[in-house]
């Protein structure tokens, strides 16, 4: 709602004309009659906001209502809108983060009061109220940094702080909780970036740091110190060295001190208004400011007052301006409230409790205009180009703004001050201080990929005589090459001559952009010196003689043999014998080298195996060049024909040497010579049973001495056994079926008959 502008100096012209100021000016004032007080409350707190398009607004309390002031013409404030409150308070107070206004009040029910001023010129709205965990609180601060609300002598917590975080959604604050506090209640409160400074009263001043709300830590203390008083209200320097506080009792000064050591603030100066001094000097300062090297401090009585902190040991009035000028005894809490100096044109904002809104300007000062902010991108490090896997780190060139989203061609990638660009493209940057937001121009980076760099597969071993080469097949504008992780000096292609062993790596360049391959491992192998003597038979008979290969002196050498399709048959590393036809192929290996051998192939004859034929006693031999008889295993003297005329049955066979001098066996022939049957006869030998299953069983009346079993073809199945009982019994029962040659022994003869086993 739009209000009646009520300017001082046309309500009050005799009153204003007496006002008494230095270096200060009255630009505008508003005041309405009509609002109800509490006692003798009629204004309390006032807070300032500027929108984007640059237009500037007081926040300021009644006893009853929250008003919205445009005041970007000084000279005419306008109320744009007022929100009541539950009851009449003495007490209200506000703070602004981004385009929120955040107000409590000491009396009634209100809580948390959460306005949109987004609207503005046109109008505020009430976007959120909580008054369930707490109803009642004598300040709120907001550590903008941090995005945390914090509540000063709440009914949330008598003892101890409530906060809220505003970085999720402003508009809708979050409940942190409450923590006590080693100081106890707190009347006020000054947060940045989490280092708290809260004026408990009686028990001073205490420095907390807040960064974690469910541990909170103290940081120092100031408990005691001249003129004290009731610790009311502090405002830390812009390079947060140096703070100023304010005791709320009359007679006693401000305060100055050292907080860059917070476990030992110190004071500096003691400092006050003396409007009325010398003759009374009973003066009483509310709630300080500090903008830039200034102190501005609201007044009870004394209106607002302007110190310059340049010489902290020494600190000077230098402006002030008197909102009440009709108290003179400085008895009770009149006259200016709160003061607000940080609007972009430098007007300073006061309330007063009696009169409402002052608009002043600090003629002496001229305060440093807010720098506009932009969404401008620096480049921090490197340049708008890199290679595949760098980053070129961005930052924005407005620091301290409440929000910073940065795009990449046109999408969003994330947030924060800073960004490590990794990927080509469009970067912009969304800046807000929370009121205004603004978009960079597009920044162009670009990222080239990085070149191959792949060199033959590891190890790499050579075994020549001549310097051996390694190449990378990649290509690129130059390369580097290093030898166990040392560079080699160049200049140096693709191609790398080397003259030592060891890991190998090349770096490969192109746009500027390198990359470096794995390592190749390269030996240098010594070749093998084979010294081989192979040892010939006089005849290669199969499977009697054998090749020898005798490789002595060989040190560190080995061999392997192959047969002519390439297959392994075997290693050595001395002797190898050869037993077999075929086609061998050598090589020689040292641990690295090899080196294959001529081919050896060799050929084995297979012995002609005799045949033979007989004719009564007669044996005969297939042709050979020589031959040697056996009878019964053992040579025969002198049997060194073809033929063989046996005398006495036996087991008969002949070895013959064929046209290549090898020596073969002929098949053992059971020959049964008549005389022999005579002599079982002339012995009265009689066997039986005949086919035999088990037992056989033999009469004589002369007995052998012993028996023998040979097979058909004439092995031996049995040596000579004794036979020295009746009846004499030969066992036959564990022979396989087939026929048998049993021969008796007496005492110079043998005698033999066939026996079948069933």
Sequence with gaps: MNKAILFLFSCLPVFLHAQDSLNMSLLGGWDDPSLPSAGSIKYNDIWGYADCEGNEYAIMGSARYIHFINITGPEGPVEIARFEGSVNSVWRDFKTYGRYAYAVADQGTDGLMVFDLSQLPGSVSLVFQDNENFTRSHNVFIDVPAARLYLAGSNAIFNGVAAYSLAEDPGQPAFLGTQTLPGGYFHDIYVRNHIAFCSHGGNGLWAYDFSDFDNIQVLGNLTSYPEQGYNHASWLSEDGAQLVFADETHGTS??????????????????????????????????????????????????????????????????????????????????????????????????????????LSADSISFRAPEPFDAAIELVSGSLSACEGDTISLAAGAPGLLSYEWLLDGEHLASGAGLPAVAPG?????????????ISEALELEFFSLPEAELPESPFIYCGEAPPAISTPSQGDNYNWFLNGEALEGPHSETLEISEGGFYQVEVFSNGCSRLSEELEVILGEMPSPVLNIILPESFCAGSDTVAIDAGGSGNQYYIVSDGNGAILDSFIHTYTISASGFYQIEAYTEYCSLRLEPLEVTFNAPVVPTLTVEGNTLSSSPASAYQWYKDGAPISGATGQSYTAEESGLYSVETTDANGCMAQSETILLEITTGISILAEKGVKAYPNPVEGQLFLEAPAPPRAYRLLSASGEMITSWRPLDSKPYIIEMGTLPSGIYLVQLLFEEEVGSLRVARR
């Design 426 to 438: 469009a970067y912009q940057l969304v800046a807000s201080n929370g009121i205004c937001t603004k």
């Design 254 to 359: 401000l305060k100055l001190v050292d907080v860059s050591d917070l476990s030992n603030i110190r004071l500096l100066d003691l400092f006050r208004s003396e409007l009325l001094a010398p003759e009374v000097t009973n003066s009483i300062a509310h709630n300080p400011f500090v903008r830039e090297q200034y102190a501005i401090v609201s007044y009870y009585h004394d209106g607002v007052q302007i110190f310059d902190l340049s010489n902290p040991e020494a600190v000077e009035r230098i402006a002030y301006y008197d909102t009440y000028p009709e108290n003179q005894n400085y008895s009770g809490y009149q006259g200016c409230w709160g003061v607000y100096p940080f609007l972009p044109s430098g007007n300073i904002i006061a309330s007063d409790i009696s009169h409402g809104l002052f608009v």
